[in-house]
């Protein structure tokens, strides 16, 4: 346990837990990006992933707590990181270094916290669903929640869809500095590689970004639309 609390408050033993916290977050965001393309495969089609997801029972919700751990933890460690390396940084050096970081890399702390209420928003709108908040629950005949009439009822109102594309951009952009700085916490980014896994890493962050608010972005256009009668 020493052991563990001395690694913790350690420098490197903070930018490891942020690395790892990350890379468990954006295997999580791909697989939910995957998952959530199946709603222009079908409306039967989303609605078979959500119930499958459900029948997981309290399995998902272990999961889901050990997700928002990890999110938790990753912000705390980052904004711990970000106190630690401002008292240590000599002021002379401040204009120097803020040149040569990205602004993505410079708002983390911010963008996070931005974040970390589009996470809660997000679960209240598509997971709890709180009628308090005007959040209705569509369901379907068989008694299973019908996500994709949720979807589309969501992404009809311009503030969520808003909302939404600000929190991939906000995400996306985490991602693009993020990549970079995983491979060079773990020391596998040599001068030789460093500029194709940057580029790599940006480009993968986009695609994930054009490949989420693709569906809030259809929902407006009417490319996906309510099924009859509703």
Request: hydrophobic letters at 50%; glycine letters at 8%; proline letters at 3%.
């Amino acid at each position: 346990m020493r052991f563990i609390i001395n690694f913790y408050n350690s420098s490197i033993g903070k930018k490891w837990i942020v690395a790892l916290t990350g890379l468990v977050l954006i295997a999580y965001v791909i697989g939910h990006l995957i998952g959530n393309l199946q709603i222009y495969i079908s409306p039967e089609q989303i609605n078979w992933y959500a119930e499958k997801l459900h029948s997981m029972g309290p399995l998902l919700w272990v999961i889901r707590a050990f997700l928002l751990a990890c999110f938790a933890l990753h912000i705390v460690t980052t904004i711990k990181l970000a106190i630690e390396n401002r008292k240590a940084r000599p002021d002379r050096y401040a204009v120097k270094k803020n040149v040569r970081t990205t602004a993505a890399a410079r708002t983390m702390v911010v963008s996070g916290l931005i974040l970390l209420c589009f996470v809660i928003f997000h679960l209240l709108q598509f997971t709890i669903r709180p009628e308090s908040l005007g959040i209705k629950s569509y369901m379907l005949p068989t008694g299973h929640p019908d996500v994709y009439t949720m979807i589309i009822k969501g992404f009809l109102n311009p503030f969520a869809s808003g909302f939404y594309i600000l929190g991939m951009f906000l995400l996306c952009s985490h991602l693009s500095h993020g990549f970079s700085s995983f491979f060079q916490t773990l020391g596998l980014n040599s001068q030789k590689i460093a500029h194709g896994l940057e580029i790599g890493g940006t480009a993968l962050a986009w695609l994930i970004f054009a490949g989420y608010t693709s569906i809030p972005v259809s929902v407006m256009l009417g490319v996906l639309k309510l099924k009859t009668g509703l």
